[in-house]
């Protein structure tokens, strides 16, 4: 079979919770990039941007996320904002896809924001294809302000998906995929 046609075929997403080292090395990491970025893009807007957690700085974001649990979620016991901490640090190398809107452009925001989530795919395919594990999350700090406030988007920016990249600690199961006859039909006038 064609290797490409095998990639797409055997690509699955492992659990950021069931990844371990090793990550991808840096210049594994810019080959993902430059892979994610290669996508459909109407009007050559580059309508996104991403942003890069590797080492230390998955730590220190935790704080930002200990922070906004915190400010949205007052009442709560300490310990569950503490569970927060660590959302990054589950996987070797984290990269957040923001998607970045130009308003009032010929192009429909729509448009712009599925380029935005052609790039979360490509990162997994590049990955996968590089023989690492990866999944694409939203989770609630994608909504949150105060976490859009430490990541510095602007009012037309909004987080399209952290892409989680590591080894698999073990074999993911395979999951249910859909029928195509129960999602594909011809068109009929």
Known sequence: MNPTLELLL????VKAI??????????????ILRCGIRV???GKLGPWRILRFTGDRRRAFGEVLVAAWRAAHPDDAPARAE??????ERAPVVLAVVSRITPEHKIPQWEQQL???????????????MGFAAQWLTEWFSYDAT????L??????RLAGWIHIGSAAG??????????????????P
């Open 10 to 13: 055997t690509r699955r997403s």
């Open 18 to 31: 069931d990844m371990i080292e090793p990550g991808p090395d840096a210049g594994q990491i810019e080959t």
């Open 40 to 42: 459909p893009d109407h």
């Open 83 to 88: 569970l927060e901490r660590g959302r990054l």
């Open 115 to 129: 380029s935005a989530g052609a790039v979360c795919q490509n990162l997994l395919l590049a990955s996968h294809a």
């Open 147 to 150: 976490v859009a406030r430490a």
């Open 152 to 157: 510095h988007l602007s009012p037309h920016e």
């Open 171 to 188: 074999t993911p199961p395979e999951r249910p995929r859909p029928v195509l006859e129960d999602v594909v039909r011809d068109w009929q």
